[in-house]
């Protein structure tokens, strides 16, 4: 199996077959991620194919220097921001509810985090997100973010904080 | 005990399995001598499993993301000279890239691909 930077290499050389391999590999991964930010299902489904995009056209660009994950990611969350901020100008952004309606019954503890999940804010949804279901490193989500590690712990104290009261 | 504060920090992450060796160590050790400490595992290691259950009941994206792709970079065009070969050849690489012409070349020495340029190369965007 290729690994992710032979993957993008293949990419930036024009190999569609890589190109349909990588989608294959990220497009649920970054529809989670993004999702995280927007709650929006359409919206984010629109931010997964201008990030995929992006990837066909910058695949040259790609340094290596970064996980091919948080490169993706990067361009995934620039753009989910960007929609946040026209939506702030006054470009609604619906929203729906983070887990489905209709879970399934018995399972009492997920159903209260999921709840408790939808309360956090999108800043400490996304620590959560990327800590413990991308297991990404603290000094990992730092650099996605751009923020200090400090402030990346600072936001997984107070989410989980939240997080544990549902579980009380 | 004095270092709980720092290693509760950190349990998250243990939790996940993404400190480094020596901090995992380090956890690891506290949370032998430290009962507090392990209940905080213990509520961490049940915030892990529900969040991720949660996370991964969002659905794969529909069909029509990959085809509105498919419409988008099939508009992108690459033309290739690729002279040599296996062994020792070159190679030089441009195209049609939403509105940009990026190029690329390479050299190929005994199987292995040394750059050569690369208009593309920057930053991550």
Redesign the interface.
């Given at each position: 199996m290729s690994t992710d930077k032979h993957l993008i290499e293949q990419v930036?050389?024009?190999d569609e077959m890589a190109?349909r391999t990588l989608?294959d590999r990220y497009?649920?991964r970054t529809?989670?991620y993004v999702?995280?930010l927007l709650r929006n299902?359409h919206l984010a489904?629109d931010v997964?194919?201008d990030t995929?995009?992006?990837v066909?056209?910058?695949a040259?660009?790609f340094?290596g220097r970064s996980k091919v994950s948080t490169?993706i990611f990067?361009?995934a969350r620039?753009k989910a921001l960007d929609l946040l901020r026209r939506e702030k100008r006054g470009e609604r952004v619906p929203d729906t509810p983070?887990?489905?309606p209709d879970p399934a019954p018995g399972?009492q503890?997920?159903e209260?985090?999921?709840a408790a999940?939808q309360t956090l804010s999108e800043d400490h949804r996304e620590v959560?997100?990327l800590?413990?279901?991308e297991?990404?490193?603290?000094a990992?989500i730092g650099r996605l973010l751009g923020v200090p590690e400090g402030t990346v712990?600072s936001r997984?104290?107070h989410a989980?904080k939240k997080?544990?009261e549902a579980?009380a | 005990m004095s270092d709980c504060r720092a290693i509760q920090e950190l349990i998250p992450w243990y939790v996940a399995g993404s400190l480094s060796p020596e901090e995992r160590q380090r956890v690891a050790g506290h949370l032998l001598e430290c009962e507090a400490c392990r209940e905080e595992l213990a509520v961490v290691l049940n915030l892990q499993l529900a969040s991720q259950a949660a996370f991964s009941e969002i659905e794969r994206p529909s069909p029509e993301v990959w085809q509105g792709i498919r419409e988008r970079t099939q508009k992108d065009r690459t033309a290739r000279l690729d002279l040599g070969s296996f062994l020792l050849g070159f190679t030089m690489g441009a195209r049609v890239r939403g509105g940009r012409v990026p190029m690329r070349a390479d050299l190929r020495v005994l199987g292995r691909k040394v750059p050569l340029f690369n208009t593309e190369r920057g930053g991550l965007k």
């Open positions: 930036a050389e024009g190109f989608y497009s649920e529809l989670r999702y995280t299902r489904e997964v194919q995929m995009v992006a066909w056209r910058g040259g660009r340094a490169w990067g361009i620039n983070l887990v489905s399972i503890r997920d209260r985090v999921k999940l959560v997100f800590t413990f279901y297991h990404l490193s603290y990992e712990k997984m104290f989980k997080l544990a579980l | -």
